[in-house]
């Protein structure tokens, strides 16, 4: 079993900058890929980033040259540092943890951008 807590979301105006964290508990003795997903009301879930056990990367393409995924492997944390966020980047960012077979889900933590 895997416990995700985000931290790290926020209000922050256009251009600006948020660093989110997302640290994994529970009893594992690895995590296979971490990543980042978005939703805002009335649409479905939407990836935006995702970085393998080996610190391979993945990013779509809206979030792409803004945003950069990393990982702590021995803390099982990992973090996305957002810059020159957009108002279309307002969202509730939710971070995911896969263990094959099982994928786990945090909470989710609120990220606003407006002036």
């Known amino acids: 079993q895997v416990q995700l807590m985000e931290s790290g979301g926020g209000l922050v105006q256009p251009g600006g900058s948020l660093r989110l964290s997302c640290a994994a508990s529970?009893?594992?003795?690895?995590?296979?890929?971490m990543g980042w997903y978005r939703q805002v009301p009335g649409k479905q879930r939407e990836f935006v980033a995702v970085?393998?056990?080996?610190?391979?990367?993945n990013y779509a393409d809206s979030v792409k040259d803004r945003f950069t995924i990393s990982r702590d492997s021995a803390k099982n944390t990992v973090y996305l540092q957002m810059n020159s966020l957009k108002p279309e980047d307002t969202a509730v960012y939710y971070c995911?943890?896969?263990?094959?077979?099982?994928?786990?889900w945090g909470q989710g933590t609120q990220v606003t951008v407006s002036s």
């Open positions: 995911n943890a896969v263990k094959v077979p099982r994928s786990y």
């Open positions: 529970g009893r594992f003795f690895s995590i296979d890929a």
């Open positions: 970085i393998s056990s080996g610190g391979s990367t």
